[in-house]
Nanobody
Framework: VQLQAYGGGLVQAGGFLRVSCVVS????????LGWFRQGPGKEREFVAVIKRNGDTTYYQNSVKGRFTISRDKTKNTVYLQMNSLKPEDTAVYYC???????????????????WGHGTLVTVSS
């Protein structure tokens, strides 16, 4: 199983961007999928997670109402739609997958089993 994130780029504050992550292999339907980010000089932090059924999502407080995580089983892809972007959203965005049962601590890196390479999102002021 591999995760490949793409779609990052440069956007002005107030703009929008969608990053995507393709999950190869046959485990997409059974994986909990999440997004993390790491800004300049900062530690990696949780952004959003979506459960296997696609109906349950959780977000970091600072992105609630602006970001939306979704998944498309026909494309084995998880998305992060980012609206009303702010300069503080500048970061490398990583997708992650958990193949085990739910567990609950979705905001921790250790919750996830697999990680993709990141994609850089830069928000200019």
């Amino acid at each position: 199983v591999q995760l490949q994130a793409y779609g990052g780029g440069l956007v002005q504050a107030g703009g929008f961007l969608r990053v995507s992550c393709v999950v190869s292999g046959r485990t997409f339907g059974s994986a909990v999928l999440g997004w993390f980010r790491q800004g300049p000089g900062k530690e990696r932090e949780f952004v959003a997670v979506i459960k296997r059924n696609g109906d349950t999502t959780y977000y970091q407080n600072s992105v609630k109402g602006r970001f939306t995580i979704s998944r498309d089983k026909t494309k084995n892809t998880v998305y992060l739609q980012m609206n009303s972007l702010k300069p503080e959203d500048t970061a490398v965005y990583y997708c992650a997958a958990r193949l085990r049962s739910w567990g609950g601590h979705y905001w921790l890196e250790a919750f996830y089993d697999l990680w993709g390479h990141g994609t850089l999102v830069t928000v200019s002021s």
